[in-house]
């Protein structure tokens, strides 16, 4: 595997990830819509906002994934079970780049 072409795609993604929490974010401080007056109208963009807190929720969560799995890398343990101390398939990391399990544990 590749470790230098792996980290590149990590940090290519977690670009994109940082964007949409940002455009997220914007969205939900109002930066980028006009509130509405009406009740209903209001009623509808409170439960948009709830979709959209969720969406932030996963995408934080996946940023926190991909910085440690950087780390990892960096420290010479991305292709280490957490659990077991054995090697990581590099299949299993071409499907989930930021696993810190093998499969046999997972």
């Known amino acids: 595997m590749d470790l230098t072409a792996r980290r590149q795609q990590l940090e290519k993604r977690l670009r994109e990830m940082l964007t949409r929490h940002e455009r997220i974010s914007a969205h939900l401080r109002n930066e980028d819509r006009d509130v509405p007056d ?8 409170m439960e948009n906002d709830e979709v959209l807190e969720a969406l932030e929720e996963r995408t934080r969560d996946r940023v926190g994934a991909i910085v440690r799995a950087v780390a990892r890398i960096d420290d010479g343990s991305y292709t280490t079970c957490a659990s077991c101390g054995e090697t990581i398939s590099d299949e299993r990391l071409d499907l989930l780049n930021t696993t810190t399990i093998c499969s046999a544990c997972a």
């Open 38 to 45: 009406d009740w209903s109208e209001m009623a509808q963009l």
